[in-house]
């Protein structure tokens, strides 16, 4: 992070109050009952151990929580190259985190018009029916296959199903 954005992030995370409180909490340590944590704070409190701050920024392991005031901008950054979903997820989770980002990442997506034309879009095969033959072993199937680090030849009789 440039000395500019960490200037920002710093200065983001002093201003937002519930990051404020997350950072009191931390300091002075978790109530046992989840009752008595602080409403604001309590979607933190599934992963109170891996919290910590350092130089003015609040951590979930080695990702920084991102304060209120830049999560739409962290969005924006993110999508920028118009990576798909589960890029932009592998991506995010790598590197940032607040308490409902995976939801705002998945919305994010699915809501982009460049997104949406230019997705993959699975093609499915429709089922052939065949007619069953009416004697038996009229027509079959084959396939070949590993078992036990053996190889065997499967047929199957169409009309009994008989292999």
């Known amino acids: 992070m440039s000395d500019e954005y ?3 992030f710093q200065q983001a ?19 046992n009952k989840r009752a008595e944590i602080p409403q604001q704070i ?8 891996e919290l910590s701050k350092s130089n003015g920024l609040l951590f979930k392991g080695e990702r920084f929580i991102v304060p209120k005031v830049l999560q739409k901008e962290m969005l ?3 999508h920028q190259g ?3 979903r589960d890029r932009c ?18 919305d994010m997506v699915s809501t982009c018009a ?4 230019h997705q993959k879009s699975q093609q499915t095969e429709p089922l052939l029916p065949h007619d069953t033959p ?23 009789d169409y009309y009994s199903k008989f292999f």
Request: aromatic fraction near 12%; glycine fraction near 8%.
């Open 42 to 49: 309590r979607a933190y409190s599934g992963f109170k151990e």
């Open 13 to 31: 995370t002093a201003d937002d109050a519930v990051l404020r409180l997350l950072k009191n909490q931390i300091m002075i340590g978790w109530p």
């Open 76 to 78: 924006q950054r993110l």
């Open 89 to 106: 997820l592998v991506t995010a989770k790598e590197v940032f985190f607040w308490p409902g980002m995976s939801k705002q990442i998945k």
């Open 134 to 156: 009416v004697p038996p072993w009229e027509k079959s199937g084959a396939d070949n296959f590993e078992y036990l680090g053996k190889n065997y030849l499967l047929l199957v």
């Open 114 to 117: 460049v997104c949406n034309e």
């Open 6 to 8: 960490m200037n920002i």
């Open 82 to 84: 118009h990576l798909g």
